[in-house]
């Protein structure tokens, strides 16, 4: 029989019977001779609901009618070289009438013995359900960590565990494990994440980046060439889980395979590899989807860099020119300890003024790589809502603070980042309320985002305004820099999220009086589970 590749069971210690060995393999295994069962082990008992007295019945006793003369004719096609799957839907019979539909693999040995292994899929639906459920995830999440955090629970659900692995120069670096508590080869996984692994150390996936192809790891021992034939994989987690079906799929996200995505599960069939496949051309296009937005971002903000040079030579220079007709009138009015008292006051002003542009002109030039880490939401807002309050328009304006957020929420993004770009927008927010007015921030969340919305009463914004809130030196404060809001909607796009300013018919609050509503859209995280 043709297979792609091989994972071995745990390894039987010397002087184990042949049973002891097939009883040892997870799934269920039939040896036929002559279309009589000749041996079987305790998980095919289990499935067709006999005892010992299986060995002895003929095949088709277990097999509705006319489904061996099927099977046989798929035997003979693929001697004859016919392309066709490798495994097989069988239903089998069972004693008390009830039948189990089995994924068949076979290989024809000597003479005309044949060796089945097959896998229980009656209930297949609930499998063929989750799988749709990962090829249904929104095409809008930012990137591969976005979309693995959507299909964590689908994978977790499933009981397989995933290792989303990165190819370096020197060999390979595991990134990310998908896998429920406790389980073996999960917790293994873990331990070697964010280490460098050499090419010597794992052979399947060197034969991946080899071939090109993906590759599925079968649960019996196979003959396979080359350094696959010895890929025992994982060592003790994986004799210890039973856990002995893989699929392995490259991801490209140039010419080059940049990543690759293993899966396994003790019941993953190669029919669930056509999946785990499309999953991971999914993971490819995030990735590349990634890379394309921020090399868009590089290159506005080079463009960008033309225009601030002049708007920031118009900035400075005025400034500079109160500044210098102060140094005059000192010059002239050395004398004067009232003119003195008053020419010192503008030259502290526009001195300060000076930097405070500098410093958003720095931030908003900031190419630091983002941190971007599953993070609770609501201890985050109240951060910003108490560094918030310390700005003096808080205690001047007095408003009514409307705080809803969830304390389960998670978001993908760096903390650090994110907070500063909440915290000019609150502070906004206190800066334009009405006196008394209402300050409102509320989030809810779907499937793969969160939805965040911060809303302040008061005047209502003209279009013009509304349209050039977030263009770099745009502003409507008389000592302002103009940069604040760049410098939001740039670490928004930093961190894999969206900002905008919502038209007031959106807002959450009463519309009785003018709204503001800025409306950030996170990519949500699945909170992870504490190992211990």
């Given amino acids: 029989m043709k297979n792609r590749g091989t994972a071995k069971a745990k390894r039987p210690k010397p002087g184990l019977s042949t049973r002891e060995v097939l009883d040892a393999l997870p799934d269920p295994v039939l040896l036929v001779d002559e279309l009589v069962i000749e041996q079987t082990n305790a998980a095919a008992r289990e499935m067709i609901g006999l005892g010992k007295e299986l060995v002895g019945r003929r095949l088709a006793s277990i097999l509705p009618e006319n489904a061996l003369d099927r099977f046989r004719l798929l035997d003979f096609q693929r001697a004859q070289g016919w392309p066709l799957p490798a495994t ?3 239903r089998f019979i069972r004693t008390d009438g009830a039948s189990v539909t089995a994924d068949v693999r076979w290989v024809r040995l000597a003479g005309s013995r044949w060796l089945l292994t097959a896998r229980d899929v009656t209930d297949a639906s609930r499998a063929e359900a989750l799988m749709g459920r990962l090829a249904h995830l929104p095409s809008t999440l930012d990137g591969a960590e976005a979309l693995l955090d959507a299909s964590e629970p689908v994978f977790r659900a499933l009981g397989w565990t995933v290792a989303f ?12 494990i998908i896998a429920r508590a406790g389980d073996p080869v999960g917790d293994y996984g873990r331990s070697l994440v964010d280490k460098l692994l050499p090419r010597s150390a794992t052979p399947v996936l060197v034969e991946v980046l080899r071939t ?10 196979q003959v396979q060439p080359g ?16 856990v002995v079906r893989s699929a392995w799929c490259p991801i490209r996200t140039a010419a080059d395979i940049s990543h690759v995505l293993a899966v396994t599960g003790h019941d993953l069939t190669e029919h669930d590899f056509v999946a785990v496949q499309l999953f991971a051309a999914q993971v490819g296009a995030a990735l590349r989807i990634r890379g394309l937005r921020l090399e868009m971002v ?3 903000r080079l463009a960008a860099v033309g225009e601030m040079a002049a708007v920031l030579a118009h900035e400075v220079r005025n400034p500079l020119a109160v500044m210098f007709n102060a140094l005059s009138a000192l010059e002239r009015n050395g004398g004067s300890a009232p003119v003195f008292g008053d020419l010192l006051v503008i030259l502290r002003e526009e001195g300060e003024r000076l930097q405070r542009l500098v410093t958003d002109l720095l931030e908003f030039a900031s190419t630091r790589e983002p941190n971007l880490v599953p993070t609770s939401l609501a201890p985050l807002i109240a951060e910003v809502l ?13 408003p009514t603070l409307d705080i809803r957020v969830s304390e389960d929420l998670m978001v993908r993004t760096d903390e650090a980042l994110l907070r500063r770009a909440l915290l000019n927008v609150v502070v906004n927010a206190f800066q334009h309320v009405a006196t008394g007015g209402t300050v409102s921030v509320v989030a809810t969340s779907t499937e793969a985002s969160v939805r965040l919305v911060i809303t302040n009463e008061g005047d209502p914004l003209p279009e013009d305004v509304r349209k050039h809130l ?21 670490i928004v796009m930093d961190v894999g999220a969206s900002v905008a300013l919502l038209p007031a018919e959106n807002s959450a609050v009463s519309p009785s009086r003018a709204l503001a509503s800025f409306e950030f859209l996170l990519p949500r995280a699945i909170a992870k589970e504490v190992i211990h």
């Fill in 88 to 90: 097989c839907l069988l």
């Fill in 165 to 176: 692995t990165e190819i370096v120069r020197d060999g390979s670096v595991t990134k990310r």
């Fill in 212 to 221: 090109g192809e993906a590759i599925f790891l079968d649960n019996l021992p």
């Fill in 227 to 242: 350094d696959v034939s010895r890929a025992v994989a994982l060592g003790e987690s994986m004799a210890r889980s039973r």
């Fill in 298 to 300: 590089r290159r506005e």
């Fill in 386 to 398: 108490y560094a918030a309050k310390h700005d003096e328009s808080y205690e001047r304006m007095k």
């Fill in 470 to 490: 977030f263009d770099p030196f745009f502003t409507t404060k008389a000592t302002g820099t103009g940069l604040g809001l760049a410098i939001v909607r740039r």
